[in-house]
């Protein structure tokens, strides 16, 4: 019973810390706005969905690792671009989220502001 209540606290925690991992935003830029064939979206529309799905599944990849779940990143995505950012104590952690990021279908390239401190 105990072993139970331990593991809830546990989810529970890990949760609540991976939670302000994501925050995906995105900003059209003049060649962005251009009609997507076909769709009846305009590119900026298509783009800015593309971006908020590309960081839910970057986000969820890096939930997934122990070794850099425990990171307080933040990642924002424009036009396929992630921007990792935030603090750490580990250059080798911020090195694996950074390949978990490009591992990402979707992600064109991967921009480091992670500070180590």
């Known amino acids: 019973m105990k072993k139970q209540a331990c593991w809830s606290v546990i989810v529970a925690a890990t949760a609540l810390s991976v939670a302000p991992v994501i925050g995906a935003q995105y900003t059209p ?15 900026a529309t298509r783009t800015a969905a593309d971006d908020r799905e590309i960081a839910l599944r970057v986000h969820a990849a890096l939930a997934k690792d122990k070794e850099v779940a ?14 990792l950012s935030g603090t750490a104590r580990d250059r080798g952690k911020v ?6 990021a490009r591992s990402v279908p979707g992600v064109k390239s991967v921009k480091n502001e992670v500070t180590v401190s």
């Open 29 to 43: 830029t003049a060649g962005t706005l251009a009609q997507a064939p076909g769709t009846g979206k305009d590119a």
């Open 70 to 83: 425990t990171l307080n990143l933040m990642i924002k995505v424009a036009d396929g671009v992630v921007e």
């Open 95 to 100: 090195n694996r989220a950074i390949a978990i």
